[in-house]
């Protein structure tokens, strides 16, 4: 058992050290926003924060983040108000809306470590989140909106 600091609250997950974080936090954590994509940390649709940095959540065991923050997309802003959420809802970004949990939580890492992105900055840091209904545009779009509020 590994105790893990999620979302600012200490959890015991109660499972096997090599589980996957991705997994213990949807089974034994209950909380299913992060979700399952490829398994093999490709698409990032399982895209977490481990102490604050953008981290895909099925490459990593419970054993590898004991100790450490990992904040989900439910813990990202308790109301839904941070800025990349807000910038989703007012840009109507998702389609299927699978992959936006994921896509959100890299914008937030990104914006974390530089507030002010160029858009070519944005486009590198979310080429590794894969968006299956080809929302590219509207995704940049809302991450220019959240770091500068145009």
Not at 94 to 102: D, E, V
């Amino acid at each position: 058992m590994a105790v893990v600091r999620i979302s600012g609250e200490d959890r015991d997950l109660d499972g096997p050290d090599d589980m996957t974080l991705l997994w213990a936090l949807r089974d034994l954590a209950g909380l299913t926003g992060t979700k399952y994509g490829c398994g093999v940390g490709l698409c990032g649709a399982c895209t977490v924060h481990v102490d604050g940095v953008a981290a895909r959540s099925c490459m990593l065991t419970v054993a590898e983040v004991a100790g450490k923050e990992i904040t989900t997309i439910e813990g990202l802003s308790p109301t839904g108000d941070h800025p990349v959420q807000a910038a989703w809802r007012e840009l109507n970004v998702p389609q299927c809306g699978f992959c936006q949990a994921g896509q959100i939580m890299q914008a937030a890492s990104l914006l974390a470590a530089n507030p002010s992105p160029t858009d070519q900055e944005i486009l590198t840091e979310m080429e590794g989140n894969v968006c299956r209904c080809g929302c590219y545009e509207r995704i940049v779009a809302a991450v220019r909106l959240a770091a500068t509020g145009s």
